[in-house]
């Protein structure tokens, strides 16, 4: 059983929004905090969007004032509301706790398309 699922990718045109969820089929803390990273063809692995153990919320540059991330505790899912897409935010995009154990999703491909 994987414990850390992704959906919602899909395909959308520039200036188009999407929303990722990231469901947990495992027990996650809420004071665990979860990141969403991306990987876009040829390039690293990259955060961009931490909801930290407090609560608060941290976003790389690259998408602060466009990407959202939240989570609903009582149904164990973490989201990813994402607007203002770009051609550059294509990727596939993963969902990972932080905190032990460490669990990683399989990822859901976005691409964004002029």
């Known amino acids: 059983q994987v414990p850390l699922v992704e959906s919602g990718g899909g395909s959308v045109q520039a200036g188009g929004s999407l929303k990722l969820s990231c469901a947990a089929s495992?027990?996650?803390?809420?004071?665990?905090?979860m990141g969403w990273y991306r990987q876009a063809p040829g390039k690293e692995r990259e955060l961009i969007a931490i909801?930290?153990?407090?609560?608060?919320?941290t976003y790389d540059d690259s998408v602060k004032g466009r990407f959202t991330i939240s989570r609903d505790n009582a149904k164990n899912t973490l989201y990813l509301q994402m607007d203002s897409l770009k051609t550059e935010d294509t990727a596939i995009y993963y969902c990972?706790?932080?905190?032990?154990?460490?669990?990683w999703g399989q990822g859901t491909q976005v691409t964004v398309s002029s």
């Open positions: 495992v027990y996650i803390s809420s004071t665990c905090g």
């Open positions: 909801l930290n153990d407090d609560g608060t919320t």
């Open positions: 990972a706790t932080h905190c032990p154990p460490h669990y």
